[in-house]
């Protein structure tokens, strides 16, 4: 048994037909965990769709009709590169409740996957390279509006920048976003997170894990300093109870979202980076480690993978669990 929940549906399959983003991958995952006895059918809980009214408060009126009446135009759906059908619509939507469940669970748990979602390009009115909603920000938003959390540290490793994370929360100082990706690849252009790391093409294990260790400890150091005027005074619950911790009274984010994406793999046929499996799990323990040493907790989604193998991917996700596993067991 797992030390945290595991989110699946069988609706996140988004019925794309024969396409470079293999949606049965999210089957295929809680196949493997289950085989191999990583997890147990109890591990899993599965997602409602998210509520109309928690998809609104990060998209237009306008973009949730059209995608609700099936009224995108050519240009839309071009831009969406991933072909309309009611059951893509159902799926976002389960994605974004799983998100929101995943979310919730981690405050509960330390830590919670939602095997679906990571849909980091969606924008508040439109949508594009294979994402119309953003699961990650509908979940952020519908805990800080129950009060739940205050803010947010989103830690974006897909090989693909997050510009739609980037756009959503720019000028927001309560959800600081790290995005670390292939600097020459989509999506151009670029809006700016709160901190960019954009890599050059063929970066290695060994650099890869530099910068991300130097990433996060700016990404800590910059949160503490830009997010204390959210707080009322040290020491005093905050926004919805963000907490000042540890020696110097250094705030910390309330929640952590992670975008594990398995496409910065050597093998990926969207990615240009080469890491290994083994370079990729040891990214994952990084950032379980920097969450675990501040007792934040943490919410995962698998956003992209693209391995010419789909089994690679496979491997690559089920890793990330297997990585938390090692670091959370242990401090459970
Ligand atoms: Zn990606």
Request: aromatic share 10%.
């Amino acid at each position: 048994m797992l030390a945290f929940k595991l989110i699946y549906s069988d609706g996140y399959d988004l019925n794309l037909g024969d396409h470079v983003f293999p949606a049965v991958k999210y089957k295929l995952i809680r196949e493997k965990c289950l085989a191999e006895k990583i997890a147990g059918p109890e591990d899993f809980l599965e997602p409602e769709a998210a509520p109309d009214e928690d998809i609104l408060r990060v998209h237009s009126q306008e973009w949730v009709r059209k995608l609700k009446t099936g009224k995108l135009s050519p240009a839309e759906v071009l831009r969406l590169e991933v072909p309309y059908s009611p059951q893509l619509v159902r799926a976002f939507w389960l994605s974004a409740g799983g998100s929101t469940l995943a979310a919730r669970r981690a405050l509960a748990d330390g830590c919670s996957f939602n095997f679906g979602g990571g849909f980091h390009h969606a924008f508040p009115d439109h949508g594009e390279g294979f994402c119309a909603i953003h699961d990650v920000a509908v979940s952020i938003r519908a805990l800080q509006a129950r009060g739940a959390i205050g803010t947010a540290l989103v830690v974006d490793l897909d090989v693909h920048h997050g510009n739609g994370t980037a756009a959503i929360f720019g000028g927001d100082p309560s959800v600081f976003t790290l995005s670390m990706h292939q600097e020459n690849n989509y999506p151009y252009p670029k809006p700016p997170s709160d901190l960019d790391v954009g890599l050059p093409d063929f970066t290695s294990d060994e650099t890869y894990l530099r910068l991300l260790r130097e990433a996060l400890a700016q990404a800590f150091e910059r949160f503490a300093k830009e997010a204390s005027p959210l707080l009322p005074e040290a020491g005093a619950s905050g926004l919805g109870g963000s907490r000042i911790t540890g020696h110097g009274a250094r705030a910390t984010p309330d929640l952590i979202w992670y975008l594990a994406g398995a496409d910065p793999y050597q093998e990926d046929q969207l990615g240009g980076l080469a890491l290994t499996k083994e370079g990729l799990a040891e990214r994952d323990s990084i950032v379980f480690e920097a969450a675990r040493s501040r007792r934040i907790p943490i919410a995962i989604t698998f956003a992209g993978g693209y391995a010419r193998q789909v089994q690679d991917t496979v491997t690559i996700h089920t890793n990330t669990i297997l990585a938390a596993q090692g670091v959370f067991r242990s401090s459970a």
